[in-house]
């Protein structure tokens, strides 16, 4: 159930009704949505009732193709899951700008839970 | 103060090309803090990807320009490219004119995302250039003339007070 594309790598592991998403390396691609939007279709309806940790850590790039189809995932699985918590790096001046604005959409979205360290 | 500085980088209408400039800005911009060099990478990547994903033959070569202008204060990055689709340009307007004529461009940035989500939006996501509006600190501007799209990005803060 990972994500293994030529940059962009996401992790999943399952412990005691908890699942952890880590990803890492870069998403570039023209069309980001081919890669990640299915992967997510098959991991999503596995989280039901899940507590779900989704750690953004380790990403080295985002292109601003890659926000609509990684924010419809995390919308996706709190629709789902128990409680979502994404973790990002504030440090990381990128991170920080660009979940700036899932921290303003997640207000609304009570089980989604965002840290920045 | 020295003389502002303008650089010219080819961008081919590859692929490759977008994470290749993005190398390129960020040796550019090395000497100046983290923040001032990741916006300026980032502007770069995003107006290369329009230049890919929309640009067109210009002197018979596939192929746009991103040009640098960097002084003490200031910079700017432009993207120039031949169009095919007038389309294209047409998107582009509205995009810019909706951003100028925004109180805080990050609203509509997060109302943009808030129907991408929802599966409300037709066409381009447009979140490239309300990114270098917003994440970028940057105004934007473009014109169109003789097949040749040029959008110009202008760093709001001066380069030293970014940190």
């Known amino acids: ?117 | 103060m020295t003389q502002p500085m303008e650089h010219r980088f080819e961008i081919p209408l590859v692929w490759d090309s977008v994470s290749k400039i993005r190398l390129e800005v960020g040796v550019l911009f090395s000497s100046y803090i983290d923040e001032v060099r990741d916006r300026a990478v980032m502007i770069a990547s995003e107006l290369a990807e329009n230049i890919v994903k929309y640009g067109a033959v210009i002197d018979d070569e596939r192929v746009g320009f991103i040009t640098v202008c960097l002084s003490d204060e200031q910079f700017s990055i432009h993207s120039h490219n031949a169009v095919g689709d007038i389309r294209h340009v047409q998107a582009v307007e509205a995009i810019i004119e909706e951003i100028n004529d925004s109180d805080d461009p990050s609203k509509l940035s997060i109302s943009r995302l808030r129907k991408l989500i929802a599966g409300s939006v037709d066409g381009p996501s447009q979140l490239g250039l309300l990114r270098v509006a917003t994440d970028g600190n940057s105004d934007l501007s473009c014109r169109f003339g003789d097949t040749v799209l040029t959008i110009e990005a202008v760093h709001r803060d001066s380069v030293g007070d970014a940190a």
């Open chain 1, 1 to 117: 159930m990972n994500l293994v594309s030529d940059n962009l790598f996401a992790t999943v592991t399952r412990l005691e009704g908890k699942v952890s998403i880590v990803f890492d390396g870069k998403s570039d691609r023209q069309n980001p949505g081919e890669i990640i939007t299915p992967w997510s279709e098959k991991v999503v309806p596995t989280l039901s009732g899940l507590d779900v940790d989704v750690d953004f850590r380790g990403l080295k790039y985002l292109n601003s193709s890659s926000f609509m189809p990684i924010f419809k995932m995390l919308s996706s699985a709190r629709d789902i899951a128990n409680n979502v918590h994404v973790r990002y790096d504030g440090s990381v001046n990128w991170q920080r700008l660009s979940f700036a604005s899932l921290e303003t959409i997640a207000k609304s979205w009570p089980n989604l839970h965002l840290s920045n360290h």
